[in-house]
């Protein structure tokens, strides 16, 4: 529901704003006062099409804003809201558009910018306008199987199919991925196979490298090394006076001396502590010295085998796992290997596989087909009755010759026989319409008259009211051409959808003005030299002579005065 609507030099309009009701709101006044610039702010507030030409003469920007009530129902506009993350206030949502005289525009929801697609995806879920082609939506094809659905109680229906299409559209997919690549398949494998021999045949081990590369280091500095080695042994335990063997003289002298001085204890226990440490390390320098040893050939093994690791390593990188860093240039191999296995085995059994999915494919075929025969026959019922129910409004609207038809028929069958099925079933729907005795059936968007195509529109959407979920209805020129009973018609109609939706109305007849639950008239005046449009909300005797000037264009006659307050007693909201 449209609670306020804020306009700021937009056309004729300064500074604009008007606060609505719920139920039916009439905007009157006379040609020329800007009652289409009202309108034509709130299309582009909508999401229409629009350039700097709209912005008041003399200004830099208009714009354009509302604060909209969404319903706590409406799981359309609340799942679109929440798929972006925006939350109401309260149920509120305020929508701000602006345009610069640069062209450049900005749009906002609940200061979350937006697109201008954006806008009139989340705006379609919330107004109809009516009377101007550019922003219908009961013109669009897609919303025409919608609206039947609805009628027809097929919508959750529609919906589940929506979703088996969907699943049966995502196997067919991974189908054709999988016949694709089985060209691949082979030479992928023969690859991959190669790789994990090679490196299992290499058989790196975490922490090889290192290893190698420090044995290589001793191996190029054997001379050095050995020479060191003998000379630390020779220091340390060589016989003489090597350090183990002054350091036997000392703990000898001191175990003398322990026995006559016990305060020699401590030392004599931390001398006990050197000399079996002495002894250790003499043995272990005696065993490293030893055990040197150089053969021939061992650094070219080593530097052969550095150098292949290293080869491997730039070869074979893992793709997925971050294993590989974590333990080194050898862990990196190694992981490449295990995800070149699990690659492998998937490959292995891609046949395996294609042949469920294939079978798969084949059952959600069968399964689609009949729900979508199931829905063909209940959306073809429900055509029916909704054409049936908008003549018999149609004919009280003052179009007797007219003739609205629910257009339901299969999209055709493929090039072997079988049923073409869509996203949303086997139907094309369509709303078709003769507006005159002895004329074809067309589509909607065909009708000439902006009066004609309103009436059949509040003909729609007085039967649909009840199971579409849009809020609010704005009829401009649904006036146009009719009078007398058709006007009264018209104006029972748009009071009995003010009870379920908010609606707007554009009029010119006096007959449809009086079922107003909130009447403005708009008015052109000229302020400071320039003209300017305004509004002003009609109540008691301001309203009845309004009424006045609609029916005899006298605001102030006797006889006019009195046929407005008869109207308003026998039509209008008493206020």
Known sequence: MLEELSIRNYALIDNLSISFENGLNILTGETGAGKSIIVGSLSFLLGAKTDASVIRTGCDEASVSAVVRVAPDNADVLAWLAGREIETDDGAIIVRRSIKATG?????????????????????????????HDHESLLRKDVHRRCLDRFAGTEEEAAVFNGRFMELAEKKKAFEVSVNSERDRDTRIELLSYAVDEIDKAAPKIGEIRELEAEAQRLASFEKLSLQAENAAGAFCGGGASAASQIRKTRSALEAAYVLDESLAAISKRMDDLYYEAEDLAEELRSYRDGLSYEPGRLEEVDDRLGLLSRLGKKYKPRASEEGGALGPEGAILAYRAEAEQEIEALSQSEENREKLKAEIAALEREITQRASALSAKRNAGAGRLGGEVNAILLRLGMPRSRFEVHTSAKGRGPSGNLIIGPWGADEVEFLISANAGEPLK????????????????AIKTVLARSDAIETLVFDEIDTGIGGEVALAVGEYLKKMGSIKQIFCITHLASIAVRSDNHIRVEKSDQKGRAQTTVRLLLGRERQQEIARMLAGDSAGGAALAHAADLLAKYGKKV
């Not at 929801?109 to 101007?132: C, E, I, K, N, Y």
């Not at 000439?448 to 529109?457: D, F, I, K, N, P």
């Open 104 to 132: 450049r525009g900005s749009i906002y929801v609940q200061d979350v910018p937006l697109t201008r697609g954006d806008l009139a995806d989340l705006m379609s879920l919330l107004f109809d306008l009516h009377g101007q």
């Open 443 to 458: 589509e909607l968007s065909r009708i000439a008259s902006g009066g004609e195509l309103s009436r059949v529109m509040l």
